[in-house]
């Protein structure tokens, strides 16, 4: 069965240090890869997405992500953390032939201290 | 940027009663979804909605709940008989094509 694993449950890092979220994902063929972002009292926010090409992915605030095929591996990275980016994030695969439906990690809570 | 609006953001009901929760999509978009959150657990996937029909539904999404799209502008779920386990955050979520889909801040139920 398609399935997502986020390793960590908890990060924290320092203001201006860098940043890696891991996401492992089990399912036959290439999905469709995301990254998104919740802050308490708020929805889903898609942060970066990956269907096909280039490997690596520019999303917003600063984020991107890098897809290895290899590895079953689709990692968030940051080079520079912001107190703001402190909030829940889960990675995510997109199954087009089961009605489009997102399985969905864990999620990893990041907190960022000053 | 357009938005996923739900509502209400906070939904309060007696178990065994009706409820819907009612979403707004992005105006253009023609794929709609439902996902919830139950407190503490993973999101997970209830249903989607394409061409006016269920295009797939998860194990949870049994007898009890319902979608519709009544207009052109409104995509409900309703849930016939609410039991105490229906507790959670439910998302609505829309995309314009097969993905990336777009989410809105959630409703919280609570069945007391």
């Known amino acids: 069965a398609q399935s997502v694993t986020q390793p960590d449950i908890h990060i924290t890092v320092s203001e201006g240090a860098s940043l890696e979220l891991r996401c492992n994902y089990s399912?036959?063929?290439?999905?469709?890869l995301f990254w998104y972002v919740q802050s308490p009292g708020q929805g889903l926010q898609l942060l970066l997405k990956?269907?096909?090409?280039?490997?690596l992915v520019q999303g917003i605030k600063g984020f991107e992500a890098e897809f290895k095929r290899s590895q079953s591996s689709f990692n968030l990275r940051k080079p520079s953390v912001h107190w703001s980016d402190a909030a829940e994030y889960f990675c995510?695969?997109?199954?087009?032939?089961?009605?489009?439906?997102?399985?969905f990690g864990a999620g990893t809570i990041l907190r960022v201290k000053s | 940027e357009p938005e996923v609006t739900q509502t209400p953001s906070h939904q309060v009901t007696q178990m065994g009663q009706e409820v819907i929760l009612r979403c707004v999509p992005i105006s253009n978009h023609l794929y709609f979804y439902w996902y919830r959150q139950i407190l503490g657990q993973k999101v997970e996937f209830l249903v989607s909605f394409y061409n006016n029909e269920i295009s797939e539904k998860s194990e949870i999404f049994d007898d009890q709940f319902s979608v519709e799209r009544p207009d052109g502008s409104n995509f409900t779920l309703k849930i016939r008989s609410t039991k105490l386990e229906d507790s959670a955050m439910y998302f609505c979520?829309?995309?314009?094509?097969?993905?990336?889909?777009?989410f809105g801040d959630g409703t919280r139920l609570s069945i007391l």
């Open positions: 979520a829309s995309s314009a094509e097969i993905q990336p889909q777009h």
């Open positions: 995510a695969v997109g199954l087009m032939e089961y009605g489009n439906k997102l399985v």
């Open positions: 399912y036959g063929a290439t999905p469709y």
């Open positions: 990956y269907f096909s090409g280039d490997t």
